[in-house]
């Protein structure tokens, strides 16, 4: 079978992604992986400049994999929902470029943390936490068959940019009022959580840091086991790794798995997802 390659750009308020892959049900073979450091999201005078170099470097990269059009996926996320007239700079190099929700954003991050842990079979729920430069998504649900069936999901944009304290108590009181006990979930079918999967660069970092990986490569974190004691040692000086501290307390879990893809591997697989009506 010949291969289909397809373009993800994902422009986030830290970075702009490129990933060139070919996909195949639940696989993902990438050929080409890029980032540029934009801090979209700061006072920065210069991010616009770094947001057109990257711009025409994923242009020129894209034209010369000879990708078709209708295979390019563009999308901005949170930075983009609170200044839109970027897209206009964007849509230069890309007019079929979109500001998705964020609930699109949590179900995008939801199918790559679940579709990245070879560990995580048919009908076991998951439960998706994503940390992003700009926004927190966090999403429930399993997949069956063919399906990413989504149960739950929240995104809270603006999350750490100013006061992180406060970001926090928002989370877990939109954590108790939208999601699910332990003892609800074991009720449910399929039965209980057996997984958190957590995302974003400063657990994939600390897989890293852990790991003791020659190389940087965000693949090779992908089911990477965090305890939750680490996480408690290490809040104290990162305080952004609360929310999944807080997580597994929630859900009484000891132990969450680290994914190393992000939002643009989750988009490869958007028409795969299913909402189901009766929890969410």
């Given at each position: 079978?010949?291969?289909v ?10 970075a702009?992604r ?14 080409i ?6 801090m979209?999201?700061?006072d ?8 057109n ?10 034209e010369?994999?000879?990708i ?7 999308f ?7 200044h839109?007239?970027?897209?206009t700079q ?10 998705i ?26 439960l ?8 927190l998504e966090?999403?429930?649900g399993?997949?069956?068959e ?15 940019s ?9 989370f ?14 074991d009720?449910?079918?399929p ?29 090779e ?9 680490e ?5 104290r ?9 807080d997580v597994?307390?929630?859900y ?19 028409e ?9």
């Amino acid at each position: 079978m010949s291969k289909v390659l397809k373009a993800v750009v994902d422009l986030g308020s830290r970075a702009a992604r490129l990933l060139i892959a070919d996909v195949n049900r639940s696989s993902v073979k990438v050929y080409i992986s890029r980032g540029f450091l934009t801090m979209l999201g700061s006072d920065d005078s210069t991010s616009i400049k770094r947001l057109n170099q990257a711009l025409k470097a994923f242009a020129f990269i894209i034209e010369r994999m000879k990708i078709n059009s209708h295979d390019v996926i563009a999308f901005g996320t949170a930075v983009f929902r609170v200044h839109p007239e970027l897209s206009t700079q964007v849509r230069y190099y890309f007019p079929s470029f979109q500001i998705i929700s964020g609930l699109k954003e949590a179900h995008y991050s939801f199918a790559a943390g679940i579709l990245s842990q070879e560990s995580i079979k048919e009908n076991q729920r998951v439960l998706v936490i994503d940390q992003g430069g700009g926004s927190l998504e966090l999403c429930l649900g399993y997949r069956f068959e063919d399906l990413l069936v989504i149960e739950n999901a929240m995104s809270l944009t603006g999350f750490g940019s100013l006061n992180y304290h406060e970001d926090r108590r928002r989370f877990v009181e939109e954590l108790i009022l939208n999601y699910p006990t332990a003892q609800e979930l074991d009720k449910r079918r399929p039965k209980g959580l057996q997984y958190i999967v957590g995302m974003g660069s400063v657990v994939t970092q600390l897989a890293f840091l852990q790991s003791a990986k020659p190389e940087y490569r965000l693949e090779e974190v992908n089911g990477f086991v965090i305890k939750k004691e680490e996480l408690q040692k290490r809040v104290r000086k990162e305080q952004s790794l609360g929310v999944f501290l807080d997580v597994l307390n929630y859900y009484y879990l000891d132990q969450m798995l680290v994914s190393g893809w992000g939002t643009r591997h989750g988009a490869l697989f958007a028409e795969r997802i299913l909402l189901r009506k009766d929890n969410y």
